[in-house]
Nanobody
Framework: QVRLVESGGATVQSGGSLRLSCTTF?????????MGWLRQAPGKQREEIAH???????TYARSTEDRFTISLDNANNALILQLTSLKPEDTANYYC?????????????????????????WGQGAQVTVSS
């Protein structure tokens, strides 16, 4: 049985930083084609922050690409999301997600990417609260 478990959620002041970590049980990160972080704030739709796709580039949401960084810590079997320059509007429940399928975009500049449907395993979430 595959499980994803997030850690590192906390309450921080505006301008602060956090490091979220997601550990996988039942599979290693190398088994997944798509790995990502998403968040959902109260009363708002879930939004993707960033993802890593096998044989592809890391992809970021425009709203956070200059402040958040996704990476894989293979030594510790963890998917990391580094958050910096946090703002009150970053307050949300942050989820890690993964899947074994990736989507292929063909054509002259072919590439792989992850659609929301490609994320089939989800963690329970880590609460991040940013105070002003």
């Amino acid at each position: 049985q595959v499980r994803l478990v997030e850690s590192g959620g906390a309450t921080v002041q505006s301008g602060g930083s956090l490091r979220l970590s997601c550990t996988t049980f039942g599979r290693t990160w190398s088994d997944f084609a798509c790995m990502g972080w998403l968040r959902q704030a109260p009363g708002k739709q879930r939004e993707e922050i960033a993802h890593i796709v096998r044989d592809g580039s890391n992809t970021y949401a425009r709203s956070t690409e200059d402040r958040f960084t996704i990476s894989l810590d293979n030594a510790n079997n963890a998917l990391i999301l580094q958050l910096t320059s946090l703002k009150p509007e970053d307050t949300a429940n942050y989820y890690c997600a993964a899947g074994t399928h990736r989507t292929y975009h063909g054509g002259r500049s072919a590439y792989y990417f992850c659609r929301s449907e490609d994320f089939t395993y989800w963690g329970q979430g880590a609460q991040v609260t940013v105070s002003s």
